[in-house]
């Protein structure tokens, strides 16, 4: 598995423009919307808190995990199916699932490192907060990008190429970024919208984040949507799967 794992890392740092988008993308557009007055103001609606205290931050967390679960994973995948490589893989010791594994650790790692970047730039620039709550984070985090990486093999089994796969991923990405209240804050969603939100799994997560940076454990219906989410999408993804 490690030598899978070196030469995924490899092959990462040589197609390095897909992981410097996913790093750079959300720390850049906190800095850019963090330069917004009523983002740095006390918001009622946010407790009290700025937006950019914890609101922005865990939505720029939510885009790196998304980026990354949404187009990079799939599109990898996919591109090495439609190559024949998972196949040939496994007519041999090495099982192409070590490959899958791979490639799920090492964008788990990316998307950390973009968390940090996004939580240390909103220190450094704006005095954001830290998560309080630090073991809730983890906690969030691993689940949410759990969650959002099972989504990503559905999308990596049913498309037939790296390009469809990256298609297909922003159709899904784009509609839950909103449900999650990148663009019109949840608090003053329709109670229609804001309900599908409850239980997308990266409205959860949203919320389950600012309850972490307010120093409170994640509530217990957010952290049970991810897991079920988690749960219905990797079971959809190991039946539907395909190595050829």
């Not at 897909?18 to 918001?43: K, S, W």
């Not at 009622?44 to 931050?57: E, H, K, M, N, T």
């Not at 799939?74 to 090495?80: F, K």
């Not at 219906?221 to 190991?238: K, N, R, T, W």
């Amino acid at each position: 598995m490690r030598k899978v794992l070196f030469v995924e890392a490899k092959l990462l740092v040589r197609e390095w423009p897909a992981a410097l988008f996913t790093l750079a993308l959300p720390v850049t557009l906190l800095l850019a919307l963090g330069q917004i007055p009523d983002l740095r103001a006390a918001d009622p609606d946010l407790g009290g808190q700025r937006s950019v205290d914890a609101q922005l931050p865990a939505q720029m967390i939510l885009l790196a995990l998304l980026t990354a679960s949404f187009t990079v994973l799939p599109s990898a995948l996919a591109t090495y199916r439609e190559r024949g490589m998972l196949r040939r893989m496994s007519a041999t010791p090495v099982h192409p699932a070590r490959v899958l594994g791979a490639q799920l650790v090492l964008n788990l790692g990316v998307t950390a490192v973009a968390a940090v970047a996004v939580i240390g730039s909103g220190r450094l620039v704006y005095g954001s907060r830290i998560p309080v709550q630090l073991f809730g984070f983890v906690l969030v985090f691993v689940l949410g990008a759990a969650a959002m990486m099972a989504i990503g093999l559905v999308i990596a089994a049913v498309a037939r190429n790296g390009p469809t796969a990256s298609a297909i991923g922003s159709l899904v990405m784009f509609p839950l970024l909103f449900l999650a209240g990148m663009w019109i804050p949840r608090e003053i969603m329709p109670d229609v919208l804001r309900r599908i939100s409850d239980y997308s799994v990266v409205g959860p997560f949203v919320n389950a984040m600012r309850d972490t940076w307010a120093g409170e454990w994640p509530q217990l219906p957010h952290l049970a949507v991810m897991v079920a989410g988690l749960v219905l999408f990797s079971g959809l993804a190991v039946r539907l799967f395909r190595w050829e």
